[in-house]
C-alpha cells in the first residue's frame, strides 16, 4: 500500500534561517507528489508538485522540492524563513491509477523571530 | 474560476445526533470529490471519494457516509454521532483527469462531539 513519511513532527526554526521538511514515499512507480501548506484552522493551500521532468521544483512562497527517486523522497526546501511561513506542511502523494491522494502526517514549523 | 465551498464552518453536536456537512464546487463539472478528516497529529485521512454522480468509495469503515446528489455536491452524513467522530473535516476537489492534478480544499468543517 501507498504511505507517505514525514519524520519531523515540529521544527523550530529562527528566521532567516534555510529550511528543509522531509518526505518520504513508499509506492511501487513514480507518484505524483505535492506539498500543501495549513494555516490554524484553514484548508490546505498547494505549496508545489511534481508529476514528471525537472527533479526541482519550484513553487510558491519561495519554496522548493527535489524529487530524488533513488531515495523516494519529495523535501521541501527555503533558503530563508520569512515568519508568516509559520504554518503546518504535509507532503502528499497520488497513486497513478486510482483516485487517491495519501497525506503524510504533517510537519508543524515554528519560526522564532 | 472554480470555487469550494464547505459548510458549517463550526459545528457542536451531542453524542448521538445525527451529522450532515455540504460541500459544494463552482466552476468546474464533473470534479472527483473528497471528504478528509484531520485528527490531530493524524495527518489527514481519506474517509470518501466519488469520481461521479451516486459513485461513492469508502476508505475507512465507520459510522460514516457520503452521498452525491449532484454532480458538484457531497455530503457527508452519520446516523449517530460517536465522540471519535470530533475532528476537523475538509472536502476536496480535482479536474476529474486522474491525479496528475492538484486537490484544491475547502476550509473546512471544526466538528466538536460533546
Known amino acids: 500500500a501507498q504511505s507517505v513519511t514525514q519524520p519531523d513532527i515540529h521544527i523550530t526554526v529562527s528566521e532567516g534561517a534555510s529550511l528543509e521538511l522531509r518526505c518520504n514515499y513508499s509506492y511501487g512507480a513514480t507518484p505524483y507528489l505535492f506539498w500543501y501548506v495549513q494555516s490554524p484552522g484553514q484548508g490546505l493551500q498547494l505549496l508545489l508538485k511534481?508529476?514528471?521532468?525537472?527533479?526541482l521544483v519550484q513553487g510558491i512562497k519561495g519554496f522548493e522540492a527535489e524529487f530524488k527517486r533513488s531515495q523516494s523522497s519529495f523535501n521541501l526546501r527555503k533558503p530563508s524563513v520569512h515568519w508568516s511561513d509559520a504554518a503546518e506542511y504535509f507532503c502528499a502523494v497520488g497513486a497513478p491509477g486510482t483516485y487517491k491522494y495519501i497525506f503524510g502526517t504533517g510537519t508543524r514549523l515554528k519560526v522564532l523571530a | 474560476s472554480q470555487t469550494i465551498h464547505q459548510w458549517p464552518a463550526t459545528l457542536v453536536q451531542p453524542v448521538g445526533s445525527p451529522l450532515s456537512l455540504e460541500c459544494t464546487v463552482e466552476?468546474?463539472?464533473?470534479?472527483?470529490l473528497y471528504w478528509y478528516r484531520q485528527a490531530a497529529g493524524r495527518g489527514l485521512q481519506l474517509l470518501f471519494y466519488s469520481v461521479g454522480i451516486g459513485q461513492i468509495s469508502s476508505e475507512v469503515p465507520q459510522n460514516l457516509s457520503a452521498s452525491r446528489p449532484q454532480d458538484r455536491q457531497f455530503i457527508l452524513s452519520s446516523k449517530k454521532l460517536l465522540l471519535s467522530d470530533s475532528g476537523f473535516y475538509l472536502c476536496?476537489?480535482?479536474?476529474?483527469?486522474?491525479?496528475?492534478?492538484?486537490?484544491?480544499f475547502g476550509q473546512g468543517t471544526r466538528l466538536t462531539v460533546v
Open positions: 466552476g468546474t463539472s464533473n470534479p472527483n
Open positions: 476536496a476537489w480535482n479536474r476529474g483527469t486522474g491525479l496528475n492534478t492538484e486537490a484544491f
Open positions: 511534481y508529476f514528471s521532468g525537472d527533479t
